[in-house]
């Protein structure tokens, strides 16, 4: 038992937390990839997978061209080996027009635990040896930390000039030596014209564009 428990029904407590059930969690995945790197002493990649759900496919923010990028990203990681990261937009329909989104974006999506929040199907079986991350707002806080320890990230999904910039550029700035990628064939924009502002902007930022 740690040495911070005093008594078992404190480390009951403790894991009823979820922030800090989730940051035991961050912790302790750090740790075993910094002892796989060191075990393995080879080149290190992760694909991060952004916000690929229903809403965003043919729900509330749906569009035709989202599904071939998710036939796209299915054909990578099928070819791909690689450690896998989702990321899930969740949003609750009593406070979302409250927050900043909501006020910008007028249209509720990606309700937690609605048929719009999950995992587009084309995907859902990849996510079953994936860290899923939920987030209520573009970015991730916790990816950062989660990714460092490789060597390459790589980033798909959408939108391009929304999450999947807002998330390259939160890795990027904490972890400035990291090679960051993005699969342009593997994401999609608002518009077309969003989507290769996007990756002008991102290129100009030295993340590596494909």
């Not at 407590?13 to 302790?28: A, C, G, R, V």
């Not at 329909?93 to 719009?116: A, M, R, S, W």
């Not at 939920?134 to 939108?159: I, M, N, R």
Request: charged share 25%; hydrophobic share 40%.
């Amino acid at each position: 038992m740690p040495k911070n428990f005093k008594k078992k029904e404190d480390l009951i407590l403790f894991f009823y937390d979820d922030k800090k059930l989730l940051l035991f969690f961050n912790k302790s995945l750090k740790i075993l990839q910094s002892m796989i790197k060191l075990n393995r002493g080879d080149f290190m990649k992760c694909i991060i997978v952004i916000d690929m759900q229903n809403d965003f496919i043919d729900g509330a923010l749906g569009n035709s061209n989202n599904y071939v990028v998710a036939q796209r990203i299915m054909n990578k990681l099928q070819k791909e080996k690689c450690d896998l990261f989702f990321t899930q937009d969740t949003h609750h329909e009593d406070f979302y027009f409250d927050t900043q989104e909501g006020k910008n974006l007028p249209i509720l999506h990606c309700v937690k635990y609605t048929v719009g929040w999950e995992i587009c199907d084309l995907l859902k079986p990849f996510t079953e040896h994936a860290v899923i991350l939920e987030k209520d707002c573009f970015g991730s806080e916790e990816l950062p930390d989660l990714v460092k320890q490789y060597d390459e990230v790589e980033l798909v999904g959408v939108c391009t000039d929304i999450c999947v910039i807002t998330n390259a550029l939160l890795i990027k700035s904490h972890n400035p030596e990291q090679l960051i990628a993005v699969d342009s064939k593997c994401c999609g924009g608002t518009t077309k014209e969003n989507h290769e502002a996007s990756l002008l902007v991102m290129k100009s930022c030295q993340i590596n564009i494909k």
